[in-house]
């Protein structure tokens, strides 16, 4: 087997799959870019991003005790905090009630302010050895209602530990817009409350298009929009991430990709060195020996390290690691299969490859957030983009010929459906899924272009 080979296979070998559903990451697979750090400190109660860019794995990694401690060497006021979930992916019916307890809860006039309250008490009790009524939900409401000044008590309690509950997943909530809003918005209220007592804190992870609607239309909402951190990933962030993963490649694998990369050991893992976190000529390099200098043939197609990336960008300039880690997955993968004599691990014909591969990947994942997405820009399918709105709403106007309301959709619809085609356009741009170019004309990233059927190639 030749040394090409072996690096493809450690590519191969290493843990560049981000999904997270609630289960613990694996140490080696940390990584914490310096724009994440202000999300993780106790004080940045909101933290908003899209789809793959770490919410789930943040929420999980807090959770986890091994990892906890890695990031208390970052992030030092996280040393001996206990975390909860307070919402998650994963069900947990006694620590948070699920969408059906939501839903019943709601439709008899229930605030959703108490029942989050509620979460907080139940793990405030647990932690205190006090007895509250937590057969069913609405029982913790009602005593918290009946009572108050027991859940007074309870909380203002002298406490020997530091606790910090995490909320994540909230579209799972509610399928209805109005409701999900009601139920933020409570749930924000809630944290406003806790942030009253001393050494409890919370945090909440929400999407882009849920911090934009009316969930901060309360009187005081500003004590936690001026603290509110963004999860976003530089281009040397992405690249930072994957040599992390990849130099934790199982076996041997792993060492054939520490001899490229700069790394040092850390509690017995391995981590990539500073100069591999930013822009730097490493990171260039090391990418570069796997990748090669260009595009093709020579510099006029472009170079790897930069092309990888931005051709993963949605409509705001945003690549998420998920897509970016599939991408060179799927480029080691048709190496292998397709240029096995290649001079380089990750052949350029490979990574335009593993591009149509994330981007199909992207598309299943937007509809699972948006089911109403794929339906809207399938009607695209065979059009050349950039091209007028008009031409757009023409092929949206033949597929649904009684209008956008025309749509359906088991899960939360287009946010602005009320506007019309106009409003289902702004809301497929608030996405990243279409921009406006200067001169007016509708264009669809390359991230895209392939899934919805705009564009067979990448250039």
């Known amino acids: 087997m030749t040394q090409v080979q072996q690096l493809r296979d450690a590519i191969l070998a290493a843990p560049l799959e981000t999904s997270n559903f609630g289960e613990t990451p694996e140490p080696g697979t940390l990584y914490l870019p310096p724009s994440h750090l202000k999300a993780l400190r106790l004080d940045a109660h909101v933290v908003v991003g899209g789809r793959g860019v770490g919410k789930s794995f943040w929420t999980a990694a807090l959770q986890s005790t091994d990892l906890h401690s890695l990031l208390g060497t970052a992030v030092s006021e996280l040393v001996g905090i206990d975390v909860r979930a307070g919402f998650a992916n994963a069900e947990d019916i006694a620590s948070y009630p699920n969408a059906d307890v939501f839903s019943i809860f709601l439709n008899q006039g229930g605030d959703p302010y108490d029942l989050w309250r509620a979460v907080i008490l139940r793990w405030v009790a647990q932690h205190a050895d006090q007895t509250i009524p937590d057969e069913h939900w609405s029982d913790t409401v009602a005593w918290l209602k009946s009572d108050p000044e027991a859940a007074a008590r309870l909380m203002q309690r002298p406490r020997d530990w530091r606790g910090l509950i995490v909320f994540d997943a909230l579209d799972r909530t509610s399928n209805i817009w109005q409701q999900m809003d009601d139920i933020v918005r409570g749930l924000l209220r809630a944290v406003l409350w806790l942030k009253t007592f001393p050494g409890l804190y919370a945090k909440v992870f929400l999407r882009e298009d849920q911090a934009e609607r009316t969930v901060f239309n309360f009187p005081d909402a500003s004590k936690l929009t001026a603290t509110k951190a963004e999860l976003t990933w530089a281009r040397h962030d992405l690249h930072g991430l994957l040599w992390q ?9 792993g060492g054939q990709l520490r001899d490229i990369c700069p790394h040092v050991d850390q ?11 930013s822009e730097s000529e490493a990171q260039r390099n090391a990418f570069g020996s796997l990748a090669g200098p ?20 949605d409509g705001r300039g945003q690549t998420s690691p998920r897509s970016f880690l599939a991408a060179i997955r799927q480029a080691a993968e048709d190496s292998s299969e397709r240029y096995p004599q290649h001079d380089f691990a990750l052949h350029f014909e490979s990574i335009k490859r593993g591009i149509q591969k994330a981007s199909e990947i992207r598309v299943q994942e937007m509809a699972e957030d948006y089911p109403w997405i794929p339906d809207i820009l399938s009607a695209l399918s065979g059009m050349n983009v950039p091209c007028e709105f008009e031409a757009v709403q023409e092929q949206w106007e033949k597929k649904f010929p009684n209008g956008a309301k025309g749509m359906v959709t088991t899960r939360l619809p287009a946010q602005h459906i009320d506007r019309g085609w106009d409003g289902v356009r702004e809301d497929l741009q608030r996405l990243g899924l279409l921009e406006t170019k200067k001169d007016g004309r509708i264009d669809m990233p390359d991230l895209y272009r ?9 250039a």
């Open 245 to 253: 993963r990849l130099i934790n490649a199982p076996l041997t694998h």
């Open 267 to 277: 509690a017995g893992v391995w981590r990539v060195a500073n100069d591999m976190k």
């Open 294 to 313: 260009w595009m093709g043939r020579d510099r006029r197609r472009g170079v790897p390290y930069t092309w990888s990336v931005s051709h993963l960008a």
């Open 450 to 458: 392939v899934g919805f059927g705009t564009a067979s190639v990448l």
